[in-house]
């Protein structure tokens, strides 16, 4: 690849060489003069060529063919010989440009470069530059001749929605009606206590702290862009105008993602705002039932509405039964954490996941050193603890599904067959590894995916009967030795409550499955959970007629609750494979026992080699790299499959996978067959399927599954009452 | 000093004749400039020119980037502290002064924009506008107008048959309070009155901004975007949640649109929105209408007539070339007119009510107004001034005349004007040859012996000026009297009344009955403002718009005329009268047109120019869109929305001779 660049540079460089003589007759001389005074030929006159200097001199040395232009050139300027000879003797008295006016020289001559390749790029046709990519899909469907026929609902996921002030403490006077959260986040830079200060919620109710508003955009700029130029919802809206659509039948459910859904509508009514709107869409589009398509969390908070639309007053919105067969036609979920976030642990643990764990491997005194004071880690993980949205990320359904110390569904992936990029793999790395998978397969070491938290990774590898067993309610709170001198009081996270003891017995007890996590979760970090668990719930209902699943902290697990009577509505799962997810950790204990560092790291230098899903000490699974597979696909590939007891009315779903490719070019961006979890809004094929449903296709047209990964044979091992 | 210290140098540098450019320098140059060799002397003088040339915009973008670093890094409350330091304490905004008082968010409150202020945004166009989508066309920082001004009249226009989208074409307006917040950057429309707002308690689930598609008649929104069934879902939302009724408030043309639409909300479907007859009862509170030209602007009729008003006769007195001779072929008035005229909504403004209420050819209502009283920027003659007892001797300013063709007939009084009757006119062939215009208004069908016509007929009062532009512009007039009305209802109970077209003329509706809600009429007075014209014919016979503001009529100090334009009190833009009568007179109390009786307020902000530079565009100005920045106005505002009557604002707060006029306006009740 390198190479055949580099000659494709060298000729274009004949080429110009060979266009024009004169030019080349400059250069020379200027070549000459470098290799007659090489001391005062100033780098940056070199760089003025916008060429690595090395080229040129490769391009002299290297190509004869060059070589010998430039004698020929050489003669050519001979006859002007003196003109050049004559200047280099001048140049050696002239010193009169001082530096500073060197500098604004330079800065002008940059700016002017600047202003006019701008003015260029302005006045060029917009579309000669993108010549060459392909039309986009709604270009292609309105062309077969779709349009737009049902309304359009769109639920953002945690995180890409902006939040903006409306009322805050004085160090943010100036910032009314301003985003704090997405867009240029300039203010994180500018003030970063008080930004932190402003997104965080109260630590006790979960929502506003006194004297300060934060509230979510509204409208489809909420989340089109999460950051300029990284778009989120953008391409799907654009695509979705081409077949017709607009704001009257397009509708951007924005609420504010920090919040416990039914908080949002305690606070912000933004439940019984998605209602009105979804209803007076259906009633002034000519009664057509409305396709909604939520992207991550906005999956479980639109689950959420669903039970909460249907039920009555005052928990829920008194839709009565039958709200959602008579208005909804199909929901999309697009890379759904429908059963909780693997990595949503690491976050609350330790406020770190795989990127961060990396980057204290590569550079281990960023981040435990405060020399900037900052504290980074720990104000993130203090504000994001506030954040009730958080805890219905944790992994929901327990052992039962994503396996126990011995076990999990997923136990048989292997990781090489995934491979990240293919670029980092040259061929012949690529044969040794496959050897090496060949002795693995025969081992058949299975990684044991079910211990979501294991302490060293040893541990992460042994069988469980050689684990110790130390029951997670043995654990004893002492609050009365804290374990910080109160001198680093400044951020306040839980574990300055725990004593050094009971940290110790955290780690003694080696491995944590997804239902002992919550124990953990409830030991080191209790007004958290405390404050949530009022809100989700993560197990798996026995009985779901049971009176106590009509709370709403239910609502938002579809583990326990029934999706409403609605034979007609299709529920569809897309999502992204192939891209290495988290799935399990392997943890340490913080080496330096001060107060300002969080008592567990991730152990990054547990690392399996080459072909092992044990990368820094994250296990990692097929997915799209924030959601795993199971996650995903497991409720419409298994749990919603048919007549089940999650789905009573048989609401057919679906499953459509999209395998990831990356980027080809650079001039693709994010790409258009990406699988990752937020660039898989650009996904072509994905943009495609939703285009279709929403004018009209049913699912017989879409072909209904397409499955690349294992999901139905995971789904199969899991072993859930139906 | 810098600058100084460097010219020495260039001196020093031509000086010394063989130049002492460095070596590195040179080579530079040589890289980029590789072109060719040229001879010594003229390389380096040009060079040297670049170099200053380079290094002066270095200079400038250094100190432009230090400057901008330094206002970054400048603490927000700066500007304050300076204003204060220069002008003393300011006053607390009135949103913090009654949160201090303990105000609270109570009603929920809507805002309906009006005409011209709203952001329109593209989601589907021609080649010309690619990568705009989503973006603002109108309103924002109006780039694409510069960029490519043909694409964007096309894009803005409508069908010229329909009033809707032309084919391949949607543009939309933007939605929520984004949506005329700001009109362009730094220009606020909204954006005071949301953040004082706020201050009190509200956010966007309890402020709702009715964006609407300005461009359109006030049915036709609904018919393309339900904007109507949407501004009533909202509303009903809103209430529900809240358990208050609304606070409305529009502004300008918004409060025609909110008439409209109280009457489209209880008339039953498919024509209405079928919320039955006590839906306002139930969901409104109060209907403060800022500036609303409930009876029209005449400057409606100069802009459909010749798309030209004050400010242009303006620019057109200052600088006669430019708009007449189209030195740069844009043809700016007649693709602006070309563009106007495809809008629906700009007829909602026409005169209504005919000479009962703007006055026949030799009575007006506001005749005894004395200009100088309201001059502009002078504060200091107040009231006093105002009624000075030479009205009655002084030849009374004949307002009714909305149009008058030369000075000298404005003046005359009737009888001694002679006019030709202009509607049977035969309209003559084509005035130019087509083939020489680009830009194709209506006028060109109407031929030589049509402009003489019109100009013949010298004197057009509200009555007759519908007349004229029905002449004029037959087709954009059909289009329009479809959806407006501008006449005077004999019997409000005829059945003709339920269209919708009379929906906006509140002398051809009844109020809904709703006894407890409140009517305010919230304006700026102090301004002289555009009420009727001078015309001339254009010089030129060329396909341009063939009548004029004459200018050059001017009345002299004291007079009322000035460059062609007779002005009265008023908001800048709607005068007087048509802002105050129906809640002075016409809906006071229990009337035909307010059969249920709801109570009326109106509330004058007299106009005070900002005082100084720092404080922008003044708190307390009555200029037409500037009032939205009065403290005043804001304050009766958030009173209001806190749960306060009209009573308890302190009833009626009149500076301008609205009652009197009214008196004068003989309409039955």
């Given at each position: 690849m390198?190479s055949?660049?580099?000659?494709s540079?060298i000729?274009?460089?004949k080429n110009?060489?060979?266009?024009?003589f004169?030019?080349?007759a400059a250069?020379?001389?200027?070549?000459?003069?470098?290799?007659?005074e090489?001391?005062?030929?100033?780098?940056?006159a070199?760089k003025?060529?916008n060429?690595?200097?090395n080229?040129d001199?490769?391009?002299?040395f290297?190509?004869?063919?060059?070589d010998?232009?430039?004698?020929?050139s050489?003669?050519?300027?001979?006859?002007?010989?003196?003109?050049?000879?004559?200047?280099?003797?001048?140049?050696k008295?002239?010193?009169?440009?001082r530096?500073m006016d060197?500098?604004?020289?330079l800065?002008?001559?940059f700016c002017?470069t600047?202003?006019?390749?701008?003015?260029?790029?302005?006045?060029l046709?917009?579309?000669?530059?993108?010549?060459?990519?392909?039309?986009a899909?709604?270009?292609?469907?309105?062309?077969?001749?779709?349009?737009?026929l049902?309304?359009?609902?769109?639920?953002?996921g945690?995180?890409?929605g902006?939040?903006?002030?409306?009322?805050?403490k004085?160090?943010?006077?100036?910032?009314?009606?301003?985003?704090?959260?997405?867009?240029?986040?300039t203010?994180?830079?500018?003030?970063?206590?008080?930004?932190?200060?402003h997104?965080?919620?109260?630590?006790e109710?979960g929502?506003?702290?006194?004297g300060?508003?934060?509230r979510?955009?509204?409208?489809?700029?909420a989340?089109?862009y999460?950051?300029?130029?990284?778009f989120v919802?953008?391409?799907?809206i654009?695509?979705?105008a081409?077949?017709?659509?607009?704001g009257?039948?397009?509708?951007?459910?924005?609420?504010?993602?920090r919040?416990?859904?039914q908080?949002t509508?305690?606070?912000?009514?933004s439940?019984?705002r998605?209602?009105?709107r979804i209803?007076?869409?259906?009633?002034?589009?000519g009664?057509?039932?409305v396709?909604?398509?939520?992207?991550?969390?906005g999956?479980i908070?639109f689950?959420?509405f669903?039970t909460?639309?249907?039920?009555?007053?005052?928990?829920?919105?008194g839709?009565?039964?039958?709200?959602?067969?008579?208005?909804i036609?199909a929901?999309?979920n697009?890379?759904?954490?429908?059963?909780?976030?693997?990595?949503?642990v690491?976050?609350?643990?330790s406020?770190?996941g795989k990127y961060?764990?990396?980057?204290?491997?590569?550079?281990?005194g960023?981040?435990?050193s405060?020399?900037l004071g900052?504290?980074?880690?720990?104000?993130?993980?203090?504000v994001?603890r506030t954040?009730?949205?958080?805890i219905s990320?944790?992994p929901?359904g327990?052992?039962?599904?994503?396996?126990?110390?011995d076990?999990a569904?997923?136990?048989e992936h292997?990781c090489?067959?995934t491979?990240m990029?293919p670029l980092?793999?040259?061929?012949?790395?690529k044969?040794?590894n496959?050897?090496e998978?060949?002795?693995?397969f025969?081992?058949?070491?299975?990684?044991?995916?079910g211990?979501?938290v294991?302490?060293g990774?040893?541990a992460?590898?042994?069988?469980?009967?050689q684990l110790p067993k130390i029951?997670?309610q043995?654990?004893?709170?002492?609050?009365s030795?804290?374990m910080?001198n109160?001198?680093c009081?400044?951020?306040?996270t839980?574990?300055?409550e725990i004593s050094?003891?009971s940290?110790?017995?955290v780690?003694?007890?080696?491995?944590?499955t997804?239902?002992?996590?919550?124990?953990?979760l409830r030991?080191i970090?209790?007004?958290?959970m405390?404050?949530?668990?009022?809100?989700?719930s993560?197990?798996i209902a026995?009985n779901?007629?049971?009176?106590?699943?009509?709370?709403?902290?239910?609502?938002?697990?579809p583990?326990?609750?029934?999706?409403p009577?609605?034979?007609d509505m299709?529920?569809?799962?897309?999502?992204?494979?192939?891209i290495p997810?988290?799935?399990?950790?392997v943890?340490?204990?913080s080496?330096?026992?001060?107060?300002?560092?969080?008592?567990?790291?991730?152990?990054?230098s547990?690392?399996g080699?080459?072909?092992?899903?044990?990368?820094?000490?994250?296990?990692l699974?097929?997915?799209d790299?924030?959601?795993?597979v199971?996650?995903?696909?497991?409720m419409?590939a298994?749990?919603?499959?048919?007549?089940?007891?999650?789905?009573?009315?048989?609401?057919?779903t679906?499953?459509?996978?999209?395998?990831?490719k990356?980027?080809?070019?650079l001039?693709?961006?994010?790409?258009q067959?990406?699988?990752?979890?937020?660039?898989?809004?650009?996904?072509?094929?994905?943009?495609?399927?939703?285009l279709r449903v929403?004018?009209?296709?049913?699912?017989?047209?879409?072909?209904?599954d397409?499955?690349?990964?294992?999901i139905?044979r995971?789904s199969?091992?899991?072993?859930?009452q139906? | 000093?810098?600058?100084?210290?460097?010219?020495?140098?260039?001196e020093n540098?031509?000086?010394s004749?063989?130049?002492?450019?460095?070596?590195d320098?040179?080579?530079?140059?040589?890289?980029?400039?590789?072109k060719?060799?040229?001879?010594?002397?003229g390389?380096?003088?040009?060079w040297?020119?670049?170099?200053?040339?380079?290094?002066?915009?270095g200079?400038?973008?250094?100190?432009?980037w230090?400057?901008?670093?330094?206002?970054?890094?400048?603490?927000?409350s700066?500007?304050q502290?300076?204003?204060?330091?220069?002008?003393?304490?300011?006053?607390?905004?009135?949103?913090?002064k009654?949160?201090?008082?303990?105000?609270?968010?109570?009603?929920p409150?809507?805002?309906?924009?009006?005409?011209?202020t709203g952001?329109?945004?593209?989601w589907?166009?021609k080649?010309?506008a690619?990568?705009?989508?989503?973006?603002?066309?109108w309103?924002?920082?109006?780039?694409?107008?510069?960029k490519?001004?043909?694409?964007w009249?096309?894009h803005?226009?409508?069908?010229?048959e329909?009033?809707?989208?032309?084919?391949?074409?949607?543009l939309r307006?933007?939605?929520?309070?984004v949506?005329?917040?700001?009109?362009?950057?730094?220009?606020f429309?909204w954006?005071?009155?949301?953040s004082n707002?706020?201050q009190?308690g509200?956010?966007e689930?309890n402020?709702h901004?009715?964006?609407?598609?300005?461009?359109?008649?006030?049915?036709?929104?609904?018919?393309?975007?339900?904007?109507?069934s949407?501004?009533?879902s909202?509303?009903?939302?809103?209430?529900?949640?809240?358990?208050?009724?609304?606070?409305?408030?529009?502004?300008s043309?918004?409060?025609?649109?909110?008439?409209?639409?109280?009457?489209?909300v209880e008339?039953?479907?498919?024509?209405?929105g079928g919320?039955?007859s006590?839906w306002?009862?139930k969901?409104?509170?109060a209907?403060?209408?800022?500036?609303?030209?409930f009876?029209?602007?005449?400057?409606?009729?100069?802009?459909?007539?010749?798309a030209?008003?004050?400010d242009?006769?303006?620019?057109?007195?200052m600088?006669?070339?430019?708009?007449d001779?189209?030195v740069?072929?844009f043809?700016?008035?007649?693709?602006?007119m070309?563009?106007?005229?495809t809008?629906?909504s700009?007829?909602?403004?026409?005169?209504?009510?005919?000479?009962?209420?703007?006055?026949?050819?030799?009575?007006?209502?506001?005749?005894?107004?004395?200009c100088?009283g309201s001059?502009?920027k002078?504060?200091?003659?107040?009231t006093?001034?105002r009624?000075?007892?030479?009205?009655?001797?002084?030849n009374?300013i004949?307002?009714?005349?909305?149009i008058?063709?030369?000075?000298?007939?404005?003046e005359l009084h009737?009888?001694?004007?002679?006019?030709?009757?202009f509607r049977?006119?035969?309209k003559?062939?084509?005035?130019a040859?087509?083939?020489?215009?680009?830009?194709?208004?209506?006028?060109?069908?109407?031929?030589?012996?049509?402009?003489k016509a019109?100009?013949?007929?010298?004197i057009?009062?509200a009555?007759s000026?519908?007349?004229?532009?029905?002449?004029?512009?037959?087709?954009?007039?059909?289009?329009?009297?479809?959806h407006f009305?501008?006449?005077?209802a004999?019997?409000?109970?005829d059945?003709?009344y339920?269209h919708?077209?009379?929906?906006?003329?509140?002398?051809e509706?009844?109020l809904p009955?709703a006894?407890?809600?409140?009517?305010?009429?919230?304006?700026g007075?102090g301004?002289p403002?555009?009420?009727?014209?001078v015309?001339?014919?254009?010089?030129?016979g060329?396909c341009?718009?063939?009548?004029q503001i004459?200018?050059?009529a001017e009345?002299?100090?004291e007079?009322?005329?000035?460059?062609?334009?007779?002005?009265?009190?008023?908001?800048e833009?709607?005068p007087v009268?048509?802002?105050g009568?129906?809640?002075?007179?016409?809906?006071?109390?229990?009337?035909?047109?307010?059969?249920?009786g709801?109570?009326?307020?109106?509330?004058e902000y007299n106009h005070?120019?900002p005082?100084t530079?720092?404080?922008?565009?003044?708190?307390?100005?009555?200029?037409?869109v500037?009032i939205m920045?009065?403290?005043?106005?804001?304050?009766d505002?958030?009173?209001?929305?806190?749960g306060?009557?009209?009573?308890e604002?302190?009833?009626?707060q009149?500076?301008?001779?609205?009652?009197?006029?009214s008196?004068?306006?003989?309409?039955?009740?």
């Open positions: 390198d055949s660049i580099f000659l540079f000729n274009h460089i110009l060489i060979n266009e024009s004169d030019k080349m250069m020379f001389r200027f070549r000459k003069l470098y290799f007659l090489p001391n005062k030929c100033s780098e940056t070199l003025t060529l060429k690595p200097s080229i001199e490769k391009q002299l290297q190509t004869p063919k060059v010998k232009k430039d004698e020929k050489l003669s050519n300027v001979e006859k002007d010989k003196e003109k050049p000879k004559k200047k280099s003797d001048n140049k008295h002239a010193k009169e440009w530096r060197t500098c604004c020289w800065i002008g001559y002017t600047w202003g006019v390749l701008m003015l260029m790029l302005n006045s046709p917009s579309n000669l530059l993108f010549l060459r990519v392909p039309e899909p709604g270009v292609v469907l309105k062309r077969e001749g779709l349009t737009a049902h309304p359009v609902v769109l639920v953002p945690i995180v890409t902006g939040l903006e002030l409306w009322e805050g004085p160090c943010a006077e100036d910032l009314f009606r301003k985003r704090l959260w997405a867009g240029s986040f203010e994180i830079f500018r003030r970063p206590k008080c930004w932190l200060e997104l965080s919620l109260d630590n109710t929502l506003d702290p006194p300060i508003r934060v979510a955009v509204p409208g489809l700029v989340a089109d999460f950051a300029p130029g990284y919802w953008a391409v799907l654009e695509n979705l081409k077949i017709g659509y607009e009257k039948n397009l509708h951007m459910a924005a609420y504010d993602w919040l416990s859904f908080n509508e305690v606070r912000d009514q439940l019984s998605m209602r009105s209803e007076q869409m259906y009633a002034s589009n009664y057509k039932k396709v909604v398509v939520p992207h991550s969390m999956v908070y689950l959420h669903l909460w639309v249907e039920s009555p007053p005052p928990m829920g919105g839709g009565g039964p039958g709200w959602c067969a008579k208005h036609k929901i999309m697009i890379g759904p954490a429908v059963l909780g976030v693997p990595k949503t690491s976050n609350i643990l406020a770190e961060i764990a990396y980057i204290r491997a590569m550079a281990p960023i981040l435990e405060e020399t900052f504290q980074t880690l720990q104000h993130i993980m203090r994001s954040w009730d949205s958080v990320l944790v929901k327990g052992e039962t599904i994503w396996g126990n110390l076990w569904p997923e136990e292997e090489d067959s491979a990029k980092e793999l040259s061929s012949g790395q044969n040794g496959n050897t998978r060949m002795s693995n025969i081992s058949k070491k299975l990684t044991k995916y211990r979501i294991t302490f990774k040893a992460s590898e042994l069988p469980s009967s029951g997670t043995d654990f004893t709170l002492e609050s030795s804290r910080s109160n001198s009081e400044e951020v306040w839980e574990y300055d050094r003891e940290i110790h017995q780690a003694e007890n080696k491995a944590y997804a239902t002992t996590l919550i124990d953990l030991f970090a209790p007004k958290m405390e404050r949530a668990e009022q809100h989700f993560h197990g026995e779901l007629d049971a009176p106590k699943y009509n709370h709403y902290k239910y609502w938002s697990n583990l326990e609750t029934t999706l009577i609605a034979p299709e529920i569809y799962s897309l999502y992204g494979v192939g997810t988290e799935r399990s950790y943890y340490k204990l080496s330096s026992d001060k107060c300002k560092t969080s008592p567990f790291q991730i152990d990054s547990a690392d080699g080459g072909n092992s899903c044990l990368k820094r000490g994250v296990y699974v097929d997915g790299e924030s959601i795993p199971l996650s995903a696909g497991f419409c298994k749990g919603w499959r048919g007549k089940t007891r999650f789905n009573p009315s048989g609401i057919r679906y499953v459509r996978e999209y395998r990831h990356p980027p080809t070019s001039l693709e961006g994010r790409g067959e990406s699988g990752a979890h937020v660039d898989i809004m650009g996904n072509v094929a994905l943009i495609e399927d939703v929403a004018a009209g296709a049913t699912s017989e047209e879409l072909a209904g397409k499955i690349y990964s294992d139905m995971m199969q091992k899991i072993n859930i139906l | 000093m810098t600058a100084l210290r460097r010219r020495k140098g260039i540098t031509k000086n004749e063989n130049g002492e450019v460095k070596l320098e040179e080579s530079k140059k040589l890289v980029e400039k590789s060719e060799s040229f001879p010594e002397r390389l380096r003088r040009k040297r020119c670049v170099d200053n040339c380079c290094w002066f915009i200079f400038v973008c250094s100190i432009w230090l400057l901008l670093f330094l206002y970054n890094a400048m603490p927000a700066f500007p502290y300076v204003t204060e330091a220069i002008t003393g304490p300011l006053p607390d905004p009135p949103g913090v009654l949160a201090k008082e303990g105000l609270k968010a109570k009603h409150v809507l805002f309906v924009p009006g005409i011209v952001g329109l945004e593209l589907e166009g080649q010309c690619e990568g705009l989508f989503r973006k603002r066309l309103g924002g920082n109006f780039g694409e107008l510069y490519r001004p043909l694409c009249v096309d803005l226009s409508l069908d010229n329909t009033g809707m989208d032309p084919p391949g074409i949607r307006p933007v939605s929520g309070l949506a005329a917040d700001y009109f362009a950057p730094g220009y429309v954006a005071v009155l949301i707002l706020a009190i509200y956010e689930k402020m901004m009715a964006a609407y598609d300005w461009r359109m008649s006030f049915q036709n929104t609904e018919v393309r975007d339900q904007t109507l949407t501004i009533k909202n509303i009903e939302l809103m209430v529900a949640t809240s358990g208050k009724k609304v606070v409305v408030i529009p502004h043309m918004g409060a025609l649109y909110f008439l409209h639409f109280m009457k489209w008339a039953p479907g498919p024509m209405g919320g039955g006590d306002c009862a969901h409104i509170k209907v403060m209408n800022i500036g609303g030209p009876l029209g602007v005449p400057k409606a009729v100069s802009g459909l007539f010749s030209e008003a004050k242009i006769a303006v620019a057109r007195a600088a006669p070339g430019f708009w001779k189209d740069f072929r043809q700016t008035l007649q693709h602006l070309r563009m106007t005229r809008w629906d700009t007829m909602s403004m026409i005169p209504k009510g005919g000479d009962t209420i703007w006055g026949g050819l030799d009575w007006s209502p506001e005749e005894g107004h004395e100088q001059k502009p002078n504060n200091n003659i107040s006093t001034g009624n000075s007892p030479r009205n009655s001797t002084d009374p004949k307002y009714g005349r909305i008058s063709f030369g000075k000298d007939v404005a009737s009888s001694r004007i002679e006019r030709v009757d049977g006119a035969v003559g062939n084509n005035l040859n087509t083939s020489s215009c680009d830009v194709w208004t209506e006028y060109h069908d109407m031929g030589i012996g049509g402009v019109v100009a013949d007929y010298k057009y009062s009555g000026v519908l007349d004229l532009l029905g002449f004029v512009a037959p087709k954009m007039m059909k289009r329009g009297s479809r009305s501008y006449g005077i004999e019997d409000l109970d059945e003709k339920d919708y077209k009379y929906w906006s003329n509140p002398l509706t009844k009955n006894p407890d809600m409140e009517i305010f009429s919230l304006y007075v301004i403002t555009e009420r009727a014209y015309y001339k014919l254009s010089p030129s060329d341009y718009i063939p009548f004459d200018n050059s009345g002299g100090d007079s009322c005329l000035k460059g062609g334009v007779y002005s009265v009190d008023g908001d833009t709607v009268l048509s802002a009568f129906m809640c002075a007179k016409g809906w006071r109390g229990k009337t035909r047109f307010n059969p249920s709801m109570r009326t307020y109106i509330r005070a120019p005082s530079l720092l404080e922008g565009r003044g708190t307390q100005s009555g200029a037409h500037d920045g009065n403290f005043a106005l804001i304050e505002i958030l009173r209001v929305a806190a306060a009557s009209g009573n604002l302190g009833g009626d009149v500076h301008s001779g609205i009652f009197k006029w008196e004068r306006i003989n309409l039955q009740l």
